[in-house]
């Protein structure tokens, strides 16, 4: 062979390796490499890699069609963010939450219960309270709370439920001297140690509707504050009650008695009318009492869809108290400065819910609700539903360990004996119960925790830089909906996406990983990552733990 032949060729070949060389370096070491696809056994393992009652709680919480079709679980205690706090997901911290069942002559006083026990126990336990035969779905009735006697007894005549949103058992604890009414009511009735939402997302909508209907979201689905029906993401309540696919407690109760009871819930948003249901929507159905708080304005209302299924009470609005209200949370921090720890309160309504003043309000507007419309009024049961909003709010912007927290679970304390003084005023000693629990726990304020906020903005734009598509719709916490379409389009497949958010790190996140330490940068930031359709299967580590 010709030597200037073979060494032009021997220089063509060594130049060709180099090159080849240098893509797959550049390849390899690209934070945005694609991966091949992974065997669905795979995503199945990495599910099961999670503690059993994280999957379990994943799984409940799941509904196909309206979940995201990735399914992701930040690693313990990151947590994935839009620019704030978030309470989602399925760790003990935001799924353990207080469970108090109290009514004289009908609970009986067993103190602290240490079996476990789920939101979907409430309905069924209301329906056994009341002498109504209800098959929740999930649920089963709890049978402490229950008289250990066969005798037959009287129900009582209202059965109010409280809900102290955002209240878990993590901020209980946080300020243990804050509570003082709801501790010496627990060995008067019936509190269960270890009570769990129980499915994830640990969310306002769908943990009060399985409160309501004994269900699951897996069940009833309303998945979370938005989710996806017919192609597009929808709010939770937006279009009133229809996305929701099981009949609560309260619509089957209400209905089987000719409507003859009365059925009634004042709360924050229309996100909780998952605890009373349908109202006239359902065939056969009346239109129930809701009052809700329109933060925008601080009018109660009641709009849009709802409206036309449920009554609202319109003499709400003219309930006096707010005033008085708003002048002890002013005085609260020592001075009257129309001020509450920082936060002006008579020009902010949206501030105005973050303080006490707003459970003290809301307390007067139960009041005047009970006596208006005489809930408990005869021997017909009715049951009654309320939302203390202020926890959550607080959660959100001051974090848990904030003084701000402790004086809000000081005011939901306070305003529980004021219910109780109410109900016995107005209904009658012996006639009621009232049961008491929280939607979810609050996440830690991260200084404390050591936890990595992750960009759910800055994740978006990095899958869809990464797969060359417009292909994310939208997301939350703990899913992300995705178009599988366009994805397809430009080549990949959801496992891939899946593959990569799996791997995706602290670094690929921030816009600067100089922000980070070098030993940082490559912290995997999620636990598990996996398409929706994982659990739309049999999954082996759930096997004989979960109901189809």
Request: proline residues 8%; negative net charge.
């Amino acid at each position: 062979m010709n030597p200037y032949r073979t060494s032009v060729i021997l220089r063509l070949v060594a130049a060709l390796m180099a090159i080849s060389s240098a893509c797959t370096r550049d390849r390899d070491e690209s934070p945005d490499r694609v991966p091949a696809p992974p065997s669905l056994g795979r995503f199945q393992a990495m599910a099961c890699d999670l503690p059993l009652e994280e999957i379990t709680r994943i799984w409940n919480g799941y509904y196909p069609g309206r979940s995201g079709e990735l399914q992701v679980v930040p690693r313990k205690p990151n947590y994935s963010t839009a620019g704030g706090l978030t309470h989602s997901g399925p760790w003990n911290y935001l799924q353990r939450v207080p469970m108090l069942w109290f009514g004289p002559g009908h609970v009986p006083a067993r103190g602290r219960v240490e079996r476990p026990a789920t939101m979907a126990d409430v309905a069924p336990t209301i329906a056994r309270l009341i002498g109504y035969r209800f098959d929740a779905p999930d649920g089963s009735p709890l049978r402490e709370v229950l008289p250990s006697d066969d005798r037959r007894r009287e129900a009582p005549r209202l059965v109010l439920v409280v809900v102290w949103d955002g209240a878990g058992r993590n901020v209980l604890r946080e300020h243990p001297g804050a509570w003082p009414v709801l501790r010496r009511m627990i060995p008067k009735g019936v509190w269960f140690e270890h009570f769990t939402d129980a499915s994830s997302p640990s969310v306002t909508p769908a943990i009060h509707t399985t409160l309501g209907t004994g269900a699951f979201p897996r069940r009833h689905g309303l998945v979370d504050q938005r989710f996806k029906v017919d192609g597009e993401l929808v709010p939770s309540h937006d279009r009133g009650p229809r996305y929701l696919r099981t009949p609560a407690l309260a619509d089957l109760y209400d209905r089987d008695n000719g409507n003859s009871p009365l059925i009634g819930m004042v709360a924050y948003t229309a996100w909780h009318l998952g605890m009373v249901g349908h109202g006239s929507y359902l065939a056969g159905g009346d239109r129930d009492v809701a009052a809700l708080l329109d933060w925008r304005t601080g009018r109660w209302v009641l709009r849009g869809e709802n409206a036309k299924y449920f009554r609202f009470p319109s003499y709400v609005n003219d309930v006096p108290g707010l005033d008085e209200a708003i002048v002890l949370s002013d005085l609260e921090d020592g001075a009257r400065d129309e001020a509450w720890l920082g936060a002006r309160i008579p020009e902010d309504v949206r501030v105005l819910i973050q303080t006490p003043a707003y459970a003290a309000w809301q307390t007067a507007i139960l009041e005047a609700v009970i006596r208006r419309e005489a809930f408990g009024g005869d021997d017909v049961p009715d049951l009654l539903f309320t939302n203390y909003k202020m926890i959550d709010e607080v959660g959100h912007r001051w974090t848990m360990n904030s003084p701000q927290m402790e004086s809000v679970v000081r005011a939901s304390d306070r305003a529980l004996g004021d219910l109780v003084r109410i109900l016995d005023r107005e209904v009658g000693r012996g006639q009621w119960v009232l049961a008491l629990t929280a939607d979810h726990g609050v996440t830690p304020k991260p200084s404390l925790t050591g936890a990595f906020a992750i960009s759910r903005f800055e994740l978006e734009r990095d899958l869809e830089r990464t797969f060359q598509a417009d292909f994310v719709i939208g997301g939350r916490p703990t899913q992300l909906w995705l178009d599988t379409e366009a994805l397809d389009q430009a080549g990949y497949g959801l496992a891939q996406v899946a593959q990569y958010v799996a791997r995706y790190t602290k670094g690929q996140n921030v816009e600067d990983p100089a922000e980070l330490s070098p030993d940082d940068r490559d912290d995997r930031v999620f636990a598990a990552a996996f398409p929706g359709s994982v659990l739309e299967r049999p999954i082996p580590c759930l096997r004989g733990r979960v109901r189809d």
